[in-house]
C-alpha cells in the first residue's frame, strides 16, 4: 500500500506552498487554497517518520462531509474536494487561536486533572470527578496555535482577549459557533452510535466575515466513544472503547516517547502501519455510515495534479 508523506506540486497561479504537519497547503493567487491531506501522522506535535495508507483520504473525505453537514450554522472555505485526497477553498485570515470543545474529562485534560488541576485554560473543573466522565455541559479550552515542532500553549478566554489576539464581540461569536458546531456534530455522532468526546475548531476571516476553516470531526480533530459500551465501561472505571489519534499517543507512550527532547521515536513496523491504517478506515465507516472506498494509489502525485488542475481550469 502507498502512501503520500510529501508533495511539491506547481499548480496555475501558485503563490507559495505551506507544509504542516499533516497538511501541504497551496496558495493560488492569495484567493484560494488548494489543501493536500497527506498520509502524514502526527503525535505529541511530533511527525512520525512513516506514512499511513489511505489516512489522507480519510480525513479530507470525513472533513468534507461534515462541512456540508454544518454550513448552515456558520460559512466554511470549502468550495470543492476535486480529488479523495484535496479540498479546495477560500484563503482566508486565520484567528491566531484554536477553539477546543471537550464534553468528557479526559486526554490531556484528565492527565492536567490527575496531576492536581483544578482550573483548566479559565474553566474551572469540579472535586472528585472520575476519568472518561461528562461535564455538566460542554467546555471551550482554547489553545494558541503553535509553530511545527512546538505544543499548543493553553490559554483562557480573558487572556485571548486581554491581549488583543481576538476582540471581546468575535470571541463571543466564535464560542456559538463553536458550541453549535459541537452540538451538531453530537447528534450525528449519536447516530452512528458514537459520542463525540472532544474536538477542536479553527476559524478565519474575509472580507470581514468569520468562516469555519481546516478539518471538522476528524479522527485527528476529534475524539469519539463507542455509545453502547460507554456506561458499562465507564462504572467499572475501565478504558473506553474509542476511535480517535489517543490509541497512537498510547503506543508511543508505552514505548517511552512522549515529543520530549532526547526521546527516541519506537520502531513504526508494517504491522502497527497497517492497524493503524485499518483503524482510520474503521472510524471513516462508523462515523459517516459509507462504506470506505480505497481510491487508486498507484500514482497518488499524478491523479491529484490532474484532478486539481483539472477544476482549477474550470473556473
Known sequence: ?????????????????????????????????????????????????????????????????????TSDIVPNWKINSPDPMVTIGQKCEPYPVEMIVRAYLTGSSWRDYKNGAREICGVKIPDGMKEHQAFEKPVITPTTKAEQGEHDQNISKEEIISK??????????????????????????????????????????????????????????SRYFYLD???????KGENQRQLSKEFVREWLMENNFKGEKGEVLPEMTEEIINSISERYIELYEKITGDKFVKADTDNLEERIYNNVNKFLGNI
Open 229 to 235: 459500551t460507554y456506561k458499562e465501561r465507564f462504572d
Open 1 to 69: 500500500m502507498k502512501s503520500l508523506t510529501k508533495t511539491n506540486f506547481k499548480f496555475p497561479g501558485q503563490k507559495n506552498l505551506y507544509v504542516g504537519k499533516v497538511r501541504d497547503v497551496y496558495n493560488i493567487n492569495d484567493d484560494m487554497l488548494v489543501m493536500v491531506v497527506t498520509d502524514r501522522i502526527s503525535a505529541f506535535d511530533v511527525v512520525l517518520p512513516k506514512g499511513i495508507p489511505y489516512k489522507g483520504q480519510v480525513l479530507n473525505q470525513i472533513a468534507s462531509k461534515f462541512l456540508d453537514a
Open 164 to 221: 488583543g489576539l481576538i476582540s471581546s464581540d468575535e470571541y463571543e461569536l466564535l464560542e456559538k459557533y463553536s458550541l453549535e458546531l459541537f452540538h451538531r456534530g453530537t447528534e450525528i455522532a449519536k447516530e452512528k452510535g458514537l459520542i463525540l468526546v472532544d474536538t477542536k475548531y479553527e476559524f478565519g476571516k474575509k472580507d470581514g466575515k468569520i468562516y469555519l476553516i481546516d478539518e471538522i470531526h476528524t479522527p485527528d480533530s
